[in-house]
């Protein structure tokens, strides 16, 4: 009996040493990949964080990780030192990387707008530079341009965007975002078009942006 103890507790020792020269290996293993690779650091989130959360409360929520500096996002963060009295702007999820972009004051924060009346919610696909690098919000206003085969229109513009998810797994884009917009038929139908036959750029407009599209553009146009 006293064999089959001693045999037990062998037994549950090395099975712990294994767990742990695991748990190291795959601890080196980030590391090993990114032998060669240029890196930099940035604040990534570990978990969801909701809109209009306070950067005080981000300290068990977020990491500083080594990435290739090619994925990293303009305005990057590295710590939440100068975020004090700031809030997220928009929704992020685990493994989005933090931007000063994502931070500003409580009170210019705006929530998303409820669906005007006679409108209909629609969410597209959208890459990070073709989204102004991934700086649109909910609440914003958007410019849309589609590109057909060397053809460009700006068919849409003070678009109403209710809701930003950045980094969705599933996603077919290289950020994996996806903007909710409100939109009427005929704007939903250009939409859904130009993301299924053609290309969709987002431009982030105010109230003194002037849409002054002459209606098509082609290569001609640009180089005559």
């Given at each position: 009996?006293?064999?089959?103890?001693?045999?037990?507790?062998?037994?549950?020792?090395l099975?712990?040493?294994?767990?742990?020269?695991?748990?190291?290996?795959?601890?080196?293993?980030?590391?090993r990949?990114?032998?060669?690779?240029?890196?930099?650091?940035?604040?990534?989130?570990t978990?969801?964080?909701?809109?209009?959360?306070?950067?005080?409360?981000?300290?068990?929520?977020?990491?500083?990780?080594?990435?290739?500096?090619?994925?990293?996002?303009?305005?990057?963060?590295?710590s939440?030192?100068?975020?004090?009295?700031?809030?997220?702007?928009?929704?992020?999820?685990?493994?989005?990387?933090?931007?000063?972009?994502?931070?500003?004051?409580?009170?210019?924060?705006?929530?998303?707008?409820?669906?005007?009346?006679?409108?209909?919610?629609?969410t597209?696909?959208?890459?990070?530079?073709?989204?102004?690098?991934?700086?649109?919000?909910?609440?914003?206003?958007?410019?849309?341009?589609?590109?057909?085969?060397?053809?460009?229109?700006?068919?849409?513009?003070?678009?109403?965007?209710?809701?930003?998810?950045?980094?969705?797994?599933?996603?077919?884009?290289?950020?994996?975002?996806?903007?909710?917009?409100?939109?009427?038929?005929?704007e939903?139908?250009?939409?859904?078009?130009?993301?299924?036959?053609?290309?969709?750029?987002?431009?982030?407009?105010?109230?003194?942006?002037?849409?002054?599209?002459?209606?098509?553009i082609?290569?001609?146009?640009?180089?005559?």
């Amino acid at each position: 009996m006293k064999k089959q103890v001693i045999a037990i507790v062998v037994a549950a020792v090395l099975a712990l040493l294994a767990v742990v020269a695991l748990v190291l290996y795959a601890k080196n293993a980030d590391d090993r990949a990114l032998e060669g690779t240029e890196t930099v650091e940035v604040l990534q989130a570990t978990e969801d964080i909701a809109v209009k959360t306070p950067a005080s409360e981000l300290a068990g929520k977020v990491e500083l990780v080594k990435v290739p500096k090619s994925v990293q996002i303009p305005g990057a963060l590295t710590s939440l030192e100068d975020l004090e009295g700031q809030v997220t702007t928009v929704a992020l999820v685990a493994g989005d990387q933090l931007s000063a972009a994502k931070f500003a004051d409580p009170e210019s924060v705006k929530a998303p707008d409820a669906v005007p009346d006679g409108m209909q919610e629609l969410t597209i696909p959208i890459a990070g530079a073709n989204l102004v690098g991934g700086a649109v919000k909910a609440g914003d206003r958007v410019g849309v341009f589609t590109t057909y085969g060397g053809t460009t229109a700006n068919p849409i513009n003070q678009l109403l965007v209710l809701k930003v998810d950045h980094g969705v797994a599933g996603s077919d884009t290289a950020t994996g975002t996806l903007v909710t917009v409100a939109v009427t038929t005929l704007e939903a139908q250009q939409l859904v078009n130009a993301q299924l036959a053609g290309v969709i750029w987002l431009s982030l407009q105010n109230d003194t942006t002037v849409s002054d599209s002459p209606g098509t553009i082609t290569q001609q146009d640009v180089n005559p």
